[in-house]
């Protein structure tokens, strides 16, 4: 019995997280490119070296460094990822990442959490 009651927080709070994602009704009114693979591999390289060459000051240096560098790099090598341009209901427009589904302009989609996924009628 002890150990349910020690349970009980982490379920509650756990309950609480997952039923706090958002899930909206959006359109996507455009597409755009995503580098934030690059920039991430970039940063984390340019970290590294710029950590290894010149302390902590060369690390923030690198790391900015290799995060603009990266991104550049990635669409210069055509291995952009998709992102969309979606409108809430609120009519603010945001940009999502969507690397693996696509969506065409007009549809309507299901704005979960960073993820979009097909509007079902």
Do not use: C
């Not at 009704?25 to 940063?43: F, K």
């Not at 291995?79 to 309507?108: C, H, M, N, W």
């Amino acid at each position: 019995m002890k150990y349910l009651k020690g349970m009980l927080v982490p379920v509650v709070v756990l309950g609480v997280v997952l039923g706090a994602a958002k899930v909206s009704a959006a359109e996507v009114v455009g597409e755009a490119a995503d580098t934030t693979a690059g920039a991430g591999v970039g940063a984390s390289t340019g970290l590294m070296i710029g950590g290894a060459a010149g302390g902590p000051l060369g690390a923030l240096a690198g790391a900015g460094a290799g995060w603009l560098l990266g991104k550049v790099v990635q669409q210069a090598v055509g291995l952009e990822e998709r992102a969309y341009e979606v409108r809430g209901d609120d009519g603010q427009i945001r940009t999502v990442r969507s690397p693996k589904a696509g969506f065409g302009i007009g549809e309507q989609v299901e704005h979960r959490g960073n993820r979009l996924y097909a509007l079902e009628h």
